[in-house]
């Protein structure tokens, strides 16, 4: 595990609007990669992780992108890099 | 164009407002159907220009953009293109957006503004906007967007004529557009999106926005968990205590005509068909309907106001942990109305195997079409009374627990599947959580009309088809006198022989008798023992006047009754469940599979109910 994990969207404290920095495309499937660009969650968004699972598990997360609210599972939270916003 | 009805369809991104924007449209006039060749739900309905010309409308599967990522998605992409063989290409597109989420819906409408059909964009649920402080200019967006833009709220049935004014407009004075070619890539598509949702914003000034306080509450790790499994509970109850006022009104109707019948009529052939086979089979079933539309009443109440996605984020943990994800919940919570909506709705699922595992288990929960059962037999053998003096009924707390049974047998499934048979990748789970609403009455209205139709198409086809064949089993030949009709005809040898099978799990021969009739739908096991009854009563009016329940009561010991309600949780009695799983799995491997281990369970799970209850000294 090379990467800083403090850095990835499935760390990020809730509540803390930040900005993506890096989505590692790679991590996930196409179909995947394409629906959160339909979301869109692109590089240079800012985005507010909001709610974080349940007593079950830290799966999923629920953060808002703009004015829509999207629900992600925490490995493709896990791929993005995010940066604190200006 | 003379002569054809121009055909109009809604197509927009999920939660833009579609459906009721064509509710509004269309009012009552609706149908439903299938697809050719797929399962995705046609809905279609009928509405008219100012002038009277009638139009068709067609509203079209929510969807994100062309590229589909489920099978629903597919099917919009492929009526717009018109490449869904036999379906007509639509004549003009109505494309909604939800006006405060326009950054993202632009998106998808600026590919179908490329497809140069005549088109109209309705920028819906202006009032949400207005709510979340956003002021926009459609003018300014029609001029960016080359296309006429009309302001509406469905709800209010505001700017519909306008609408249609526009949808007619354009299809009169449509020029083959220059098609513009949508933005090769996803980020330039975004940015002209971006760009012209920009321009056509006036005002946005940010709201304390209650709905992120609702939920705080809502979505909290412990608490949302405990108001889930409340709701669920009062759902539940209240589908027992506040339907019975209705079944008991119905029951008494049927009743009534039953008794006119055989005072007016010879008794004859007719006579004894008609008030032994169809009044008392098909009666015995429609006295379900209340609570079939209470528990759907809830569930819509549910998806309209936007909880249902909550739930479905709650639930997520649980169901990836045996191999499932949050996206699974709705079908499955849909499949406690019925199987078969249910399995049609995990399309939505984009995961093959996560589909087909949530396909697999849907027939375990509760569906409606036990209620009649279940209610039966608790009426039957449990006692009416609260637990402990709380307000929680006993009877209701069983059925709560025969509902619980099934969900928990359902995981426990899903994860011995996707560890076997449905093994492959973590299933992903990706999904817009909509804004909460108030509940539309009219969307609820319109709905639970076509539910309760359903219904009594089915109650008036194959249980009125086979509760007729029964009794004609059951009536011939007739038996000597002194011998029991039932137990000498042909349906009660039948039994007979069934009967050495299911014995050793407690089951006596009138439960062996309702089983056969049962794989039709598992509400007829209820009418087939009615109709039995009513031949066994035959002239003996006391007999008549009893209560199937009443006569159940006397006749079992309360092992074989729990041993009945176990079989109930997991048989999977119901044509149309596996005709459904066969069209949604293109074969017949699923749907046998699926029969074999429900079989299976069954046989298991009323066998273990019956040796546990005899051992407590019940039997």
Same mark, same amino acid.
């Given at each position: 595990?090379?990467?800083?994990?403090?850095?990835?969207?499935?760390?990020?404290p809730?509540?803390?609007?930040?900005?993506?920095?890096?989505?590692?495309?790679?991590?996930?499937?196409?179909?995947?990669?394409?629906?959160?660009?339909?979301?869109?969650?692109?590089?240079?968004?800012?985005?507010?992780?909001?709610?974080?699972?349940?007593?079950?598990?830290?799966?999923?997360?629920?953060?808002?992108?703009?004015?829509?609210?999207?629900?992600?599972?925490?490995?493709?939270?896990?791929?993005?890099?995010?940066?604190?916003?200006? | 164009?003379?002569?054809?009805?121009?055909?109009?369809?809604?197509?927009?991104?999920?939660?833009?407002?579609?459906?009721?924007?064509?509710?509004?449209?269309?009012?009552?006039?609706?149908?439903?159907? /299938?697809?050719?060749?797929?399962?995705?739900?046609?809905?279609?309905?009928?509405?008219?220009?100012?002038?009277?010309?009638?139009?068709?409308?067609?509203?079209?599967?929510?969807?994100?953009?062309?590229?589909?990522?489920?099978?629903?998605?597919?099917?919009?992409?492929?009526?717009?293109?018109?490449?869904?063989?036999?379906?007509?290409?639509?004549?003009? &597109?109505?494309?909604?957006?939800?006006?405060a /989420?326009?950054?993202?819906?632009?998106?998808?409408?600026?590919? &179908?503004?490329? &497809?140069?059909?005549?088109?109209?964009?309705?920028?819906?649920?202006?009032?949400?906007?207005?709510?979340?402080?956003?002021?926009?200019?459609?003018?300014?967006?029609?001029?960016?967007?080359?296309?006429?833009?009309?302001?509406?709220?469905?709800?209010?049935?505001?700017?519909?004529?306008?609408?249609?004014?526009?949808?007619?407009?354009? *299809?009169e004075?449509?020029?083959?557009?220059?098609?513009?070619?949508?933005?090769? /890539?996803?980020?330039?598509?975004?940015?002209?999106?971006?760009? $012209?949702?920009?321009?056509?914003?006036?005002?946005?000034?940010?709201?304390?926005?209650?709905?992120?306080?609702?939920?705080?509450?809502?979505?909290?790790?412990?608490?949302?968990?405990?108001?889930?499994?409340?709701?669920?509970?009062?759902?539940?109850?209240?589908?027992?205590?506040?339907a019975t006022?209705?079944?008991d009104?119905?029951?008494?109707?049927?009743?009534?005509?039953?008794?006119?019948?055989?005072?007016?009529?010879? =008794?004859?052939?007719?006579?004894?068909?008609?008030v032994?086979?169809?009044?008392?089979?098909?009666?015995?079933?429609?006295?379900?309907? +209340?609570?079939?539309?209470?528990?759907?009443?809830?569930?819509? &109440?549910?998806?309209?106001?936007?909880?249902?996605?909550?739930?479905?984020?709650?639930?997520?943990?649980?169901?990836?942990?045996?191999?499932?994800?949050?996206?699974?919940?709705?079908?499955?919570?849909?499949?406690?109305?019925?199987?078969?909506p249910?399995?049609?709705?995990?399309?939505?699922?984009? =995961?093959?195997?996560?589909?087909?595992?949530?396909?697999?288990?849907?027939?375990?929960?509760?569906?409606?079409?036990?209620?009649?059962?279940?209610?039966?037999?608790?009426?039957?053998?449990?006692?009416?009374?609260?637990?402990?003096?709380?307000?929680?009924?006993?009877?209701?707390?069983?059925?709560?627990?025969?509902?619980?049974?099934?969900?928990?047998?359902?995981?426990?499934?899903?994860?011995?599947?996707?560890?076997?048979?449905?093994?492959?990748?973590?299933?992903?789970?990706?999904?817009?959580? +909509?804004?909460?609403?108030?509940?539309r009455?009219?969307?609820?209205?319109?709905?639970?009309?076509?539910?309760?139709?359903?219904?009594?198409?089915?109650?008036?086809?194959?249980?009125a088809?086979t509760?007729?064949?029964?009794?004609?089993?059951?009536?011939?030949?007739?038996?000597?006198?002194?011998?029991?009709?039932?137990?000498?005809?042909?349906?009660?040898?039948?039994?007979?022989?069934l009967?050495?099978?299911?014995?050793p $799990?407690?089951?006596?021969?009138?439960?062996?008798?309702?089983?056969? +009739?049962?794989?039709?739908?598992?509400?007829?096991?209820?009418?087939?023992?009615?109709?039995? /009854?009513? *031949?066994?009563?035959?002239?003996d009016?006391?007999?008549?006047?009893?209560?199937?329940?009443?006569?159940?009561?006397?006749r079992?010991?309360?092992?074989?009754?729990?041993?009945?309600?176990?079989w109930?949780?997991?048989?999977?009695?119901?044509?149309?469940?596996?005709?459904?799983?066969?069209?949604?799995?293109?074969g017949?491997?699923?749907?046998?599979?699926?029969?074999?281990?429900?079989?299976?369970?069954?046989?298991?799970?009323?066998?273990?109910?019956?040796?546990?209850?005899?051992?407590?000294?019940?039997?």
């Amino acid at each position: 595990m090379t990467v800083l994990l403090e850095n990835v969207l499935d760390r990020a404290p809730l509540g803390v609007m930040v900005r993506i920095a890096r989505i590692d495309w790679d991590a996930m499937s196409e179909d995947e990669g394409r629906r959160l660009r339909e979301f869109g969650l692109m590089e240079g968004c800012e985005v507010t992780p909001l709610h974080r699972g349940s007593i079950f598990s830290r799966d999923p997360l629920a953060l808002t992108v703009g004015r829509m609210k999207v629900i992600i599972r925490a490995r493709q939270a896990a791929a993005i890099t995010v940066e604190p916003a200006a | 164009m003379t002569g054809a009805i121009p055909s109009i369809a809604l197509v927009g991104n999920p939660n833009a407002g579609k459906s009721s924007l064509f509710n509004a449209l269309t009012g009552a006039r609706q149908k439903i159907a /299938n697809y050719p060749g797929v399962t995705v739900e046609r809905k279609t309905g009928h509405a008219s220009f100012a002038d009277g010309r009638p139009i068709s409308l067609i509203d079209l599967p929510g969807t994100y953009s062309m590229t589909p990522a489920s099978l629903d998605e597919a099917v919009t992409r492929d009526v717009v293109l018109g490449k869904l063989d036999g379906e007509k290409r639509p004549d003009a &597109l109505i494309v909604v957006l939800d006006a405060a /989420n326009l950054d993202n819906h632009l998106c998808f409408a600026l590919e &179908l503004l490329a &497809l140069g059909l005549p088109t109209v964009v309705a920028l819906n649920m202006l009032d949400l906007a207005a709510r979340d402080g956003l002021t926009l200019d459609a003018e300014r967006l029609s001029k960016e967007l080359g296309v006429p833009v009309v302001p509406t709220v469905a709800v209010r049935k505001r700017g519909l004529s306008e609408l249609l004014v526009a949808v007619d407009g354009a *299809i009169e004075s449509h020029q083959p557009r220059a098609t513009v070619a949508a933005p090769a /890539n996803d980020a330039s598509l975004r940015q002209r999106a971006h760009a $012209i949702a920009n321009a056509a914003t006036v005002d946005e000034t940010p709201v304390r926005r209650w709905t992120q306080r609702v939920d705080n509450v809502v979505l909290h790790p412990v608490g949302g968990l405990i108001i889930l499994v409340a709701l669920m509970f009062v759902m539940f109850q209240a589908v027992f205590s506040w339907a019975t006022p209705f079944a008991d009104a119905l029951e008494g109707a049927i009743g009534v005509i039953q008794t006119w019948v055989v005072g007016t009529f010879p =008794d004859n052939f007719l006579r004894g068909l008609v008030v032994e086979g169809l009044l008392a089979g098909v009666g015995a079933v429609v006295v379900f309907l +209340p609570p079939i539309l209470f528990l759907f009443f809830f569930i819509l &109440l549910l998806e309209a106001s936007g909880y249902m996605t909550r739930a479905a984020f709650l639930m997520d943990g649980l169901m990836g942990k045996v191999g499932l994800s949050g996206r699974g919940f709705i079908p499955l919570l849909s499949s406690f109305a019925c199987a078969v909506p249910g399995i049609m709705a995990t399309r939505s699922i984009p =995961d093959e195997k996560d589909r087909l595992t949530t396909i697999l288990i849907a027939p375990l929960m509760t569906c409606s079409a036990r209620l009649p059962v279940y209610t039966l037999i608790i009426g039957a053998f449990i006692p009416a009374t609260n637990v402990g003096g709380s307000p929680v009924g006993l009877q209701g707390l069983v059925l709560f627990g025969l509902f619980i049974s099934g969900i928990v047998g359902a995981l426990l499934v899903a994860l011995v599947l996707r560890r076997s048979v449905t093994k492959g990748n973590a299933a992903g789970f990706m999904m817009e959580m +909509p804004r909460y609403q108030w509940p539309r009455w009219n969307d609820i209205v319109i709905a639970l009309w076509q539910r309760a139709w359903i219904f009594l198409r089915r109650a008036g086809t194959i249980i009125a088809a086979t509760t007729v064949i029964l009794w004609l089993l059951l009536t011939f030949p007739q038996a000597p006198a002194g011998q029991s009709q039932v137990e000498y005809s042909v349906g009660g040898r039948i039994a007979s022989g069934l009967e050495v099978v299911v014995a050793p $799990i407690g089951f006596n021969h009138d439960i062996a008798l309702a089983l056969i +009739p049962a794989m039709a739908a598992r509400e007829v096991a209820v009418s087939a023992m009615a109709t039995a /009854n009513a *031949i066994d009563a035959g002239d003996d009016e006391d007999a008549m006047a009893e209560a199937l329940g009443d006569r159940i009561a006397g006749r079992w010991s309360i092992a074989t009754a729990l041993a009945f309600l176990a079989w109930f949780v997991f048989a999977p009695q119901c044509i149309s469940t596996i005709a459904i799983t066969r069209r949604e799995t293109n074969g017949w491997k699923w749907p046998l599979f699926m029969v074999g281990y429900l079989f299976a369970l069954a046989y298991a799970a009323a066998g273990i109910t019956y040796w546990t209850a005899v051992a407590f000294g019940l039997g």
